[in-house]
T-cell receptor, first 116, second 116 residues
Framework: DAGVIQSPRHEVTEMGQEVTLRCKPI?????LFWYRQTMMRGLELLIY????????DSGMPEDRFSAKMPNASFSTLKIQPSEPRDSAVYFC??????????????FGEGSWLTVV | AQTVTQSQPEMSVQEAETVTLSCTYD???????LFWYKQPPSRQMILVIR????KQQNATENRFSVNFQKAAKSFSLKISDSQLGDAAMYFC?????????????WGAGTKLIIKP
């Protein structure tokens, strides 16, 4: 089975540009999470969705960040305008609430973002 | 609020030997899940092992096993016959069983070094 798929894997962009990160969760999963990881702050939960509805976006740093989940198989995280301090690895993850997998959260390989 | 503590920022072990990584957590809930994730230099977040709190039996996955002490709120990871490929950051994580708080609470991580 395909895991969580993220794109792009690597992106280098100039400050002020718009960045869009994409995620395809594991089929059948009803929860989707966006995390950010930096050396300074470690792993941070940005936002998570349940059945395509945002449940908790308290981790979204500021208005420059937005996330959408238009359907069960696709989500985007957008940064506009981007700043150098947004440089990080962004992870998308998904899980199924009631399953034999013990409610495990499965991660994509991450999107490495560098803003110069 | 739940917290997860990993008191060992770094551990080293000789190849083929056994090492134990510590994790403690704080919660007032009775139903929850505990996880160990591994993050190698590639930064991919890989599930190592999981434990359901209602299960008394400690989880085991090949060379990886846990010592789950619910009353003490302790969840250590034992790696037997350490291999060079085990070198990574290891994160302990807690997940509530409540829909209203369905996200992972992370420890700060332990960097595991394998000496050849």
């Amino acid at each position: 089975d395909a895991g969580v798929i993220q794109s792009p894997r690597h992106e280098v962009t100039e400050m002020g540009q718009e960045v869009t990160l994409r995620c395809k969760p594991i089929s059948g999963h009803d929860y989707l999470f966006w995390y950010r990881q930096t050396m300074m702050r470690g792993l941070e939960l940005l936002i998570y969705f349940n059945n395509n509805v945002p449940i908790d976006d308290s981790g979204m740093p500021e208005d420059r960040f937005s996330a959408k989940m238009p359907n069960a198989s696709f989500s985007t995280l957008k940064i506009q305008p981007s700043e150098p301090r947004d440089s990080a690895v962004y992870f998308c993850a998904s899980s199924f609430r009631h399953s034999s997998s013990g409610n495990t959260i499965y991660f994509g390989e991450g999107s490495w973002l560098t803003v110069v | 609020a739940q917290t997860v503590t990993q008191s060992q920022p770094e551990m080293s072990v000789q190849e083929a030997e056994t090492v134990t990584l510590s994790c403690t957590y704080d919660t007032s809930e009775s139903d929850y899940y505990l996880f160990w994730y591994k993050q190698p230099p590639s930064r991919q977040m890989i599930l190592v092992i999981r434990q359901e709190a209602y299960k008394q039996q400690n989880a085991t996955e090949n060379r990886f096993s846990v010592n789950f002490q619910k009353a003490a709120k302790s969840f250590s990871l034992k790696i037997s016959d350490s291999q060079l490929g085990d070198a990574a950051m290891y994160f302990c994580a807690y997940r509530s069983d409540m829909d209203s708080n369905y996200q992972l609470i992370w420890g700060a991580g332990t960097k595991l070094i394998i000496k050849p």
